[in-house]
T-cell receptor
Framework: SQTIHQWPATLVQPVGSPLSLECTVE??????LYWYRQAAGRGLQLLFY??????ISSEVPQNLSASRPQDRQFILSSKKLLLSDSGFYLC?????????????FGSGTQLSVL | GQNIDQPTEMTATEGAIVQINCTYQ??????LFWYQQHAGEAPTFLSY????GLEEKGRFSSFLSRSKGYSYLLLKELQMKDSASYLC??????????FGAGTQVVVTP
């Protein structure tokens, strides 16, 4: 069966520090991968999605970046965190190729930038 | 882009029925999803509608009208554990899910 792992679960970082959040998927090949962010009391905002290794699409301009070094690994990074980067970050995957596919979410990372 | 609107909060008593409405505006449509999200947790899938009509799954039902850009999620026989945020999400023409802000449902004894 397919599983998705996301870590860490919680993270407290000072403003200006770097960030690296990692997500891995098991039990499936060539998944579509996504990074979402959810601010407190808000909906999910799509940040990045990837349809394959090295293929990253950015949805919103920001100081975050994403990379996909392996088929089932998706990394969210920042060189210098801002206060506004605080939020709940969710990695998700879906089966590749089809439109309207269901998303499966990781357990999320609660990031607090102080 | 997408405009997805749903109420911010709804309150209902245990055993009652609650209907959460969602309206959307999109230049491309490939389906509508409802997700449930408990505080501090990841969303979990509830339902998917791509054709007009009602989809029933136990205590939860979801309805879609594509011509009206409208959907609702119906929760019957409410239980305390149903207290959560319910997210409406629309698949755009690129196949990506865009989410509404969510409706917080509070179930009272």
């Amino acid at each position: 069966s397919q599983t998705i792992h996301q870590w860490p679960a919680t993270l407290v970082q000072p403003v200006g520090s770097p960030l690296s959040l990692e997500c891995t998927v098991e039990g499936t090949s060539n998944p579509n991968l996504y990074w979402y962010r959810q601010a407190a009391g808000r909906g999910l905002q799509l940040l990045f999605y990837s349809v394959g290794i090295g293929q990253i699409s950015s949805e919103v301009p920001q100081n975050l970046s994403a990379s996909r070094p392996q088929d089932r690994q998706f990394i969210l990074s920042s060189k210098k965190l801002l206060l506004s980067d605080s939020g709940f970050y969710l990695c998700a995957w879906s089966v590749g190729g089809a439109r309207g596919e269901k998303l499966f979410f990781g357990s999320g990372t609660q990031l607090s930038v102080l | 882009g997408q405009n997805i609107d749903q109420p911010t909060e709804m309150t209902a008593t245990e055993g009652a029925i609650v209907q959460i409405n969602c309206t959307y505006q999109t230049s491309g449509f490939n389906g509508l999803f409802w997700y449930q999200q408990h505080a501090g947790e990841a969303p979990t899938f509830l339902s998917y509608n791509v054709l007009d009509g009602l989809e029933e799954k136990g205590r939860f039902s979801s309805f879609l009208s594509r011509s009206k850009g409208y959907s609702y999620l119906l929760l019957k026989e409410l239980q305390m554990k149903d207290s959560a945020s319910y997210l409406c999400a629309v698949t755009d023409s690129w196949g990506k899910l865009q989410f509404g802000a969510g409706t917080q449902v509070v179930v009272t004894p």
